[in-house]
């Protein structure tokens, strides 16, 4: 029977499907929970929520008190040096696991 398949071409096949779906060692790997991207856009966003958040409490102050926008210049200041702090906290988070991911990677090998 032409049409038959070979018995030892199918286990040959499935021995390297098998293989395929082995888990490889690769060595290092470098894992990674911020993506580059992912770390950038937060920074991006505690920026503008302080920018906000600075905006929103001196314009509230302005319109309570009824004073000129020197509220809102004080506190929008104030938001942004809140928003560049916790961006560095970021920063210096991602660092760090970076740093961590390195060491573990360099112990493995």
Known sequence: MPDAPDPKAL?????????AKAPKNEGYRHVNHYTAAGA???MVIELVVGLGIGFGIGYGLDRLFGTLPIFLVL???????????????TAQTVQKQNAEA????????
């Open 11 to 19: 286990e040959a096949l499935d021995a390297r499907i098998k293989a």
């Open 40 to 42: 950038a856009w937060q």
């Open 75 to 89: 506190f929008v200041l104030l938001g942004f040096a809140a928003g560049v702090r916790t961006m560095m906290r």
């Open 102 to 109: 390195e060491k573990k990677g360099q112990a493995e090998e």
